[in-house]
Nanobody, 124 residues
Framework: QLQLVESGGGLVQPGGSLRLSCTAS????????IIWFRQAPGKEREGVSH????????RYSDPVKGRFTNSRDNSKNTVYLQMNNLQPDDTGIYFC?????????????????WGPGTQVTVSS
């Protein structure tokens, strides 16, 4: 059974960078599309980025376009989210999940096999 675990979160100053990892066990990622979501305090969970199995198609939400880069290394069963120029509005818990293709990638109902999340805090 697929299990996903996020890592790489932390506390960073505005303008700083972090790289998150989403590592799979129990199944190979080769055939799976993966979605990064985040949830800020008091807000709904929102889709951040989507990557297809080969990494040839990547999508981003408008707030992170140009600052975040999604990539994957299927040989390591890992998906990465490089986050640059982080801002306080990027603060939240970041999750990765499998895209079940039941709907729009930004919709939480289209995802399953959620990881426990990793906290990202952007503050001076």
């Amino acid at each position: 059974q697929l299990q996903l675990v996020e890592s790489g979160g932390g506390l960073v100053q505005p303008g700083g960078s972090l790289r998150l990892s989403c590592t799979a066990s129990g199944a190979n990622l080769d055939n799976l599309s993966i979605i990064w979501f985040r949830q800020a305090p008091g807000k709904e969970r929102e889709g951040v980025s989507h990557i297809n199995p080969s990494g040839s198609s990547i999508r981003y939400s408008d707030p992170v376009k140009g600052r975040f880069t999604n990539s994957r290394d299927n040989s390591k069963n890992t998906v990465y989210l490089q986050m640059n120029n982080l801002q306080p509005d990027d603060t939240g818990i970041y999750f990765c999940a499998r895209d079940t293709h039941r709907g729009a990638w930004t919709w939480t109902g289209s995802a399953d096999s959620w990881g426990p999340g990793t906290q990202v805090t952007v503050s001076s």
